[in-house]
């Protein structure tokens, strides 16, 4: 905590507690001559966490070198595994006087090589800056970037039966995750997880070389608010280094400044079920015709089309199109909603019937009602690769409306060409509802009026095969997009990409054609925003890499 609390009161620190047996022998003659005080018997404060430094060498360097894709593997001079804020602004104030550059990592599952980057010396490492609780100074949650996800979850359930809109992956990290505007299966509902973001805590470094930690927060007098506006979609690795965030949801501010506010009212309820479905189809290549295949897809994207207004009664529904390779045998949809909502599963039966309709496919699967925290805390849920597939590409997507023919026949064709693998495929992914009540300018978060993301990926196992692989994903990519330059350039179908899928391919004139930088594809009027963002928090250009926003 940075609350002018010393180290060792910080909300990362874990109170260690002693076994009743073994503490009654072993503190009986410290008791008796009056130095344990009242109520102290029974627990002792541990040593704050870190930093540890690990260098080449050391059995633990390699164990902590790898993040979750293992095409990128750098090589720094050493790791530093932050336990407190103090020692993140040691840390980056010794590699700025040392003149090495810098990777910060939370979670590791980056899809480029933005923390394994050749020329990174030092990586700064914020796993075990993971603590999840209430700060009642700031009225607001407090979430450290290394904690998961999972984590977040659990402890917000369990202490207080609230949540956030975020991401469907357990093991993801906090840190890049919020930055970039995360969103998850409670999104179309209650909007991305930065329209809850109240306040963030950054270690900047000054145009003299100082670093230093500030904190900026959404309120409209707060003269750092710039800060934080570029902490709501901008992307990590831009500015500084993301040490803590708040969160609370804009309408409970009224609640927060009341004077004692409950924080069970300061962030959406967490359902107490989930209405989970599977509905499989097979590739059949007598039945799953080119017709039938893009009349699914079709249906899909259209009654998203549909639905997605701020006000829509099915905002509550979200649901995943699975369209893996040929190879695979089949594909498949996932849909979750909340099994609290009036009519859930006659919304979700209706949902995959008008998905279905028109195909001459039987789609089978099954649904389950399951408690919440279950499928939202499992470990492993959504992870791209496991203990063998850890190389991977993905690219993405904002899609306003469905796609073209001419991109569903393209979409077709790779997904039944002979190149591709059983690994290979895309994601359709429901997105809109409440994401589309906020303003572009209010976050940076530039894309708010579209109701689908497209996600395309291979994943694959040996070094050998990387060539195929990326081969497979790019000219899918590019084929869907022909007609504005292999890229998804903002217009009436499309409305560029996610910065937290980033993709080094739209900044290579190789592979983006259209004239369209990469920074409009993700940022579209936000960027010179951004840029000004940079100049005042990040003047040295510390913090970069291959996507970074750059210096004005």
Not at 195 to 206: F, S
Not at 211 to 224: H, K
Not at 383 to 400: C, M, N, P, S, W
Not at 516 to 529: A, E, G, N
Request: charged share 20%.
């Amino acid at each position: 905590m940075n609350h002018g609390k010393e180290p060792g009161t910080s909300l990362n620190r874990r109170t260690l507690l002693t076994a009743a047996g073994g503490l009654a022998t072993g503190l009986a003659g410290t008791a008796a001559a009056g130095a344990v005080p009242a109520g102290a018997a029974g627990r002792r404060e541990p040593a704050p966490f870190g930093p540890a430094v690990v260098r080449p060498g050391d059995p633990r360097y390699e164990g902590l070198l790898k993040g979750d894709n293992q095409r990128f593997v750098g090589r720094p001079e050493e790791i530093v595994v932050a336990g407190t804020t103090e020692q993140v602004v040691r840390a980056v104030q010794d590699a700025v006087r040392g003149g090495r550059r810098i990777g910060v990592r939370s979670g590791g599952h980056c899809f480029e090589d933005f923390t394994a980057d050749p020329a990174i010396r030092v990586l700064l490492d914020l796993s075990q800056l993971d603590a999840v609780g209430y700060d009642p100074g700031r009225r607001a949650f407090e979430v450290w970037p290394g904690a998961t996800l999972g984590r977040v979850y659990r402890t917000l359930f369990k202490g207080w039966g609230v949540t956030v809109p975020a991401g469907g992956c357990p093991e993801v990290g906090v840190g890049g995750h919020l930055v970039g505007g995360g969103y998850g299966p409670l999104s179309r509902r209650y909007g991305s997880v930065v329209d809850h973001l109240y306040g963030v805590e950054v270690v900047v470094v000054d145009r003299d070389g100082t670093a230093r930690a500030v904190i900026a927060t959404r309120e409209p007098d707060d003269p750092n608010r710039e800060l934080w506006w570029a902490h709501t979609g901008g992307g990590g690795g831009n500015f500084g280094v993301a040490t803590r965030y708040w969160l609370r949801s804009p309408e409970a501010d009224a609640e927060a400044r009341s004077g004692s506010p409950d924080p069970c009212r300061l962030l959406p309820p967490s359902p107490a079920e989930m209405l989970e479905a599977l509905v499989e189809w097979p590739w059949d290549g007598s039945r799953t015709t080119e017709r039938a295949f893009t009349t699914l897809v079709r249906n899909f994207c259209t009654w998203h089309e549909r639905n997605s207004d701020p006000g829509s009664p099915y905002a509550g529904l979200y649901a995943i199109l699975q369209l893996t390779h040929h190879k695979a045998t089949g594909f498949s949809m996932v849909v979750q909603m909340d099994a609290g909502i009036p009519g859930a599963a006659e919304t979700v039966k209706d949902f995959v019937d008008q998905v279905n309709a028109g195909t001459g496919l039987d789609a089978g699967g099954g649904s389950a009602t399951v408690p919440w925290l279950y499928p939202m805390t499992w470990p492993g849920n959504g992870e791209a690769g496991d203990i063998v597939t850890r190389r991977y590409k993905g690219k993405a997507g904002y899609l306003k409306r469905s796609f073209t023919e001419p991109q569903l026949a393209a979409i077709y064709r790779h997904l039944t060409n002979d190149t591709g693998t059983a690994a290979c495929g895309m994601l359709v992914i429901g997105y809109g509802g409440r994401v589309r009540a906020v303003e572009p300018g209010a976050t940076a978060v530039a894309q708010r009026d579209v109701v689908m993301k497209a996600v395309y990926h291979s994943v694959w196992a040996d070094e050998e095969h990387d060539g195929a692989n990326l081969s497979w994903v790019r000219e899918l990519y590019r084929d869907v997009y022909a007609d504005t330059g292999g890229v998804p350039v903002p217009g009436e179908v499309s409305d560029g990409s996610y910065i937290n899928y980033p993709d080094a391919d739209l900044a290579d004139p190789a592979w983006n054609t259209s004239g369209v930088p990469w920074h409009t594809l993700y940022y579209k009027d936000d960027y010179p925003r951004l840029q000004r963002v940079k100049a005042r928090w990040d003047p040295r250009n510390v913090f970069r890499h291959a996507l970074s926003v750059e210096l004005p």
